[in-house]
């Protein structure tokens, strides 16, 4: 059974990091690009970031230059480290294959950015 599992969110203050993870079935993460997604209060969940299996990497333009997107195969896990945050990233972030080929959604890890 496929499962995604994210972790490493929480409560900063703007300016603040954060690193989340999410762990993968090795069925999927192996031979798909990997992606994050987040999804704010009243909004349709959005593309953050990707990284492809060999590492190239591909960012919104909201969170180019602040965030970065890192994969380690061999622990089949996608990280998103998140640089000088900012109160309009406040949202659940998942991550998933990009496109969506349809797997389950994991429960995602809630972010959220004070002022």
């Known amino acids: 059974q496929v499962q995604l599992v994210e972790s490493g969110g929480g409560l900063v203050q703007a300016g603040g990091s954060l690193r989340l993870s999410c762990a993968a079935s090795g069925s999927i993460f192996n031979r798909n690009v990997m992606a994050w997604y987040r999804q704010a209060p009243g909004k349709q969940r959005e593309l953050v970031a990707r990284?492809?299996?060999?590492?190239?990497?591909n960012y919104a333009v909201s969170v180019k230059g602040r965030f970065t997107i890192s994969r380690d195969n061999a622990k089949n896990t996608v990280y998103l480290q998140m640089n000088y945050l900012k109160p309009e990233d406040t949202a659940v972030y998942y991550c998933?294959?990009?496109?969506?080929?349809?797997?389950?959604w994991g429960q995602g890890t809630q972010v959220t950015v004070s002022l």
């Open positions: 998933n294959t990009w496109p969506d080929w349809g797997y389950s």
């Open positions: 990284i492809s299996t060999g590492g190239s990497t």
